[in-house]
């Protein structure tokens, strides 16, 4: 996680680069107390996002995109999950994320204690967004529409000082 702030601190204000490090210096933090056990850590996807999901019409989903996978928390794959349906969905989350959940249980465990990762890894989550689109950006500007880092990275940067403020005492302090 430190080591993308840098990368990303080129596209904020002053203000913005003191939060960004002091939530990554806290989420780094949080991190090192998570377990690793097996059930709960391994091998994922790591994009699991709603444009890299396509069921069909017999029901059989397939994902694909294997491009971020690593070995990480489950709960972070999750959030991801989480992510992208509140950015497809906005309100009508719901019905969608708890038919996600069944769907996921029915192949690997959730981690007994989901509901409180979930804020952590939607940290994470932004963070690794953030820090994705800033390292890239030079090489992609001018070759793929943008909107204006201008408006991108503060957009981007509200969004996880509400993820923060949802995490409150689960993102540990000083």
Known sequence: ITTLVPYICQFLSTEDQRFL?????RLKKTLTFLPKEQH?????????????VRMKK????TLFDFGETQKIWRSFEVAVFFWSLQHRFEEEVQAPWNAFLEGYRS?????????????????LRQI???GGNAATLPL??????????NSFFPKAVEQLRLYVEQAGQLLLGD
């Open 21 to 25: 490090r002091q939530v990554a210096d």
């Open 40 to 52: 709960g850590f391994g091998i994922c996807h790591a994009d699991l996002v709603l444009s890299n």
């Open 58 to 61: 017999d029901g059989i989903v």
């Open 107 to 123: 192949v690997r465990n959730l981690p007994e204690n989901l509901d409180e990762q979930l804020p952590i890894m939607l940290i």
């Open 128 to 130: 690794s967004f953030l």
């Open 140 to 149: 992609r500007l001018g070759t793929e529409p943008f909107e204006s880092q």
